[in-house]
């Protein structure tokens, strides 16, 4: 599937400091790359809402790493999915009375629309679900032949129907090992987003679904030796990182309230069709952004849209300015007034770095936005060293006109935002 256009993306001299990234677990940083070449997944959207600032938040962190380890001179392969059908989808078109795939493609055009806007470097490989059935479908046979997947009747239908296909997480011994959570929260995760722990037949509560069987009314795909159906959730996240990625891959990255169970899930399945223990170095999670107090959420409509602010005329430099002011780990509350603290920022930016006039050396901050985004993708400390030049550009004693010309290039190489 093809992503959006990406933006030109400034040169700059020298060279970055290699990204250390918090690890969830044990919380120390720890190198975001090892060798000469990065491999990211991002999991996708499930288009049937255009694009919120939870979402862009998130894929700006992403962003914001992918530039870093440009910065670096590392080989860059990103890889991101889009789970253009699932449970979600189809509730909203029977909400609606739409068809779901006229949801998903025109949901799918606004979020590349916003993620262009934004200037966010479009991931090498972008794969969405409906045309991926004939790899996802390979996967799980081959998790049935490897004993990690069995059949589970799905009551009342014909004998034609071969039955539901789930995962055996008892044959994962790793299972848990990412979210590192209790039983009890994991089961109580599980049903609240998108399980069914009480579902008859399974061998455990939290095996969760890779192949669901056609359902009268449901779009479904040919699944060869699995009956005609639709992939699962988790599934698809393994296939794509497996399939379009070296492994084991150096940072899978989500929300993180893709944590559990949807990262455990993928990463379980990951490691029966990779044999590998550990499929993905490190795990990024980006916090959540509420709106009127609570988590911002296509289940509780509490949504600010991008598209709905460009349409209101927001500069889409100060939005993403705005929403890099916050560190990715960072929970915090969209109030609005974000957005003219970044507008007047934005125009101080401009009036000093974006001027033609000599302004003063600029070296000390290129290195300090580049250490502040070594350290854990700290754009909080980015921003402030920006400020910092900005503030005392006029008292400079050094004067040399590239010098401001080097610094406009690092904030749009480094932080993407363009100052002329
Ligand atoms: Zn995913």
């Given at each position: 599937?093809?992503?959006w256009t990406g933006p030109t993306v400034s040169?700059?001299?020298?060279?970055?400091?290699?990204?250390?990234?918090?690890?969830?677990?044990?919380?120390?940083?720890?190198?975001?790359?090892?060798?000469?070449?990065?491999?990211?997944?991002?999991?996708?959207?499930?288009?049937?809402?255009?694009?919120?600032?939870?979402?862009?938040?998130?894929?700006?962190?992403?962003d914001?790493?992918?530039r870093?380890?440009?910065?670096?001179?590392?080989?860059?392969?990103?890889?991101?999915?889009?789970?253009?059908?699932?449970?979600?989808?189809?509730?909203?078109?029977?909400?609606?009375?739409?068809?779901?795939?006229?949801?998903?493609?025109?949901?799918?055009?606004?979020?590349?629309?916003?993620m262009a806007a934004l200037r966010v470097i479009p991931?090498?490989?972008?794969?969405?679900?409906?045309?991926?059935?004939?790899?996802?479908?390979?996967?799980?046979?081959?998790?049935?032949?490897?004993?990690?997947?069995?059949?589970?009747?799905?009551?009342?239908?014909?004998?034609?129907?071969?039955?539901?296909?789930?995962?055996?997480?008892?044959?994962?011994?790793?299972?848990?090992?990412?979210?590192?959570?209790?039983?009890?929260?994991?089961?109580?995760?599980?049903?609240?987003?998108?399980?069914?722990?009480?579902?008859?037949?399974?061998?455990?509560?939290?095996?969760?679904?890779?192949?669901?069987?056609?359902?009268?009314?449901?779009?479904?795909?040919?699944?060869?030796?699995?009956?005609?159906?639709?992939?699962?959730?988790?599934?698809?996240?393994?296939?794509?990182?497996?399939?379009?990625?070296?492994?084991?891959?150096?940072?899978?990255?989500?929300?993180?309230?893709?944590?559990?169970?949807?990262?455990?899930?993928?990463?379980?399945?990951?490691?029966?069709?990779?044999?590998?223990?550990?499929?993905?170095?490190?795990?990024?999670?980006?916090?959540?952004?509420?709106?009127?107090?609570?988590?911002?959420?296509?289940?509780?409509?509490?949504?600010?849209?991008?598209?709905?602010?460009?349409?209101?005329?927001?500069?889409?430099?100060?939005?993403?300015?705005?929403?890099?002011?916050?560190?990715?780990?960072?929970?915090?509350?969209?109030?609005?007034?974000?957005?003219?603290?970044?507008?007047?920022?934005?125009?101080?930016?401009?009036?000093?770095?974006?001027?033609?006039?000599?302004?003063?050396?600029?070296?000390?901050?290129?290195?300090?936005?580049?250490?502040?985004?070594?350290?854990?993708?700290?754009?909080?400390?980015?921003?402030?060293?920006?400020?910092?030049?900005?503030?005392?550009?006029?008292?400079?004693?050094?004067?040399?006109?590239?010098?401001?010309?080097?610094?406009?290039?690092?904030?749009d190489a480094?932080?993407g935002i363009k100052?002329?």
């Amino acid at each position: 599937m093809h992503s959006w256009t990406g933006p030109t993306v400034s040169v700059i001299p020298g060279t970055g400091e290699v990204p250390l990234i918090k690890d969830d677990i044990s919380g120390e940083l720890r190198p975001s790359v090892v060798g000469e070449q990065a491999n990211l997944y991002v999991c996708g959207i499930t288009p049937y809402d255009s694009t919120h600032l939870g979402h862009a938040f998130s894929y700006l962190a992403f962003d914001l790493l992918v530039r870093a380890w440009r910065d670096l001179g590392v080989t860059v392969r990103y890889a991101q999915g889009l789970t253009d059908i699932d449970d979600p989808l189809l509730e909203r078109a029977r909400a609606t009375g739409r068809d779901w795939s006229k949801i998903a493609s025109s949901q799918t055009a606004l979020y590349k629309s916003d993620m262009a806007a934004l200037r966010v470097i479009p991931p090498d490989s972008y794969r969405g679900v409906v045309e991926s059935v004939p790899q996802i479908v390979t996967a799980v046979e081959r998790m049935i032949d490897v004993g990690q997947a069995y059949r589970v009747p799905v009551p009342g239908s014909s004998a034609a129907n071969l039955g539901d296909i789930c995962a055996d997480l008892a044959a994962d011994p790793d299972f848990g090992s990412l979210s590192a959570l209790s039983r009890e929260a994991q089961d109580r995760l599980f049903a609240e987003r998108g399980g069914d722990p009480d579902r008859p037949g399974k061998r455990h509560r939290l095996d969760p679904l890779l192949w669901r069987a056609a359902r009268p009314g449901d779009p479904s795909w040919d699944g060869r030796t699995l009956g005609r159906g639709r992939p699962g959730w988790h599934i698809e996240c393994a296939v794509f990182a497996s399939n379009e990625l070296e492994q084991p891959i150096d940072v899978l990255g989500g929300g993180k309230d893709l944590i559990f169970p949807h990262h455990e899930m993928s990463v379980s399945h990951s490691r029966a069709l990779t044999g590998l223990e550990q499929p993905a170095r490190l795990t990024m999670h980006t916090g959540m952004v509420h709106y009127d107090g609570q988590k911002m959420s296509k289940s509780l409509g509490n949504l600010v849209f991008v598209s709905d602010l460009l349409d209101r005329g927001v500069n889409p430099a100060a939005l993403r300015l705005a929403l890099i002011s916050h560190h990715y780990r960072e929970d915090w509350e969209w109030r609005g007034r974000e957005l003219a603290l970044a507008e007047a920022r934005l125009s101080r930016w401009r009036e000093v770095i974006g001027s033609v006039k000599p302004q003063g050396p600029s070296a000390e901050a290129i290195t300090q936005i580049r250490s502040a985004l070594a350290n854990d993708l700290d754009t909080v400390a980015a921003v402030a060293a920006v400020d910092e030049w900005v503030r005392a550009a006029p008292l400079a004693r050094e004067r040399s006109p590239y010098a401001a010309a080097d610094l406009r290039r690092a904030i749009d190489a480094l932080l993407g935002i363009k100052l002329y």
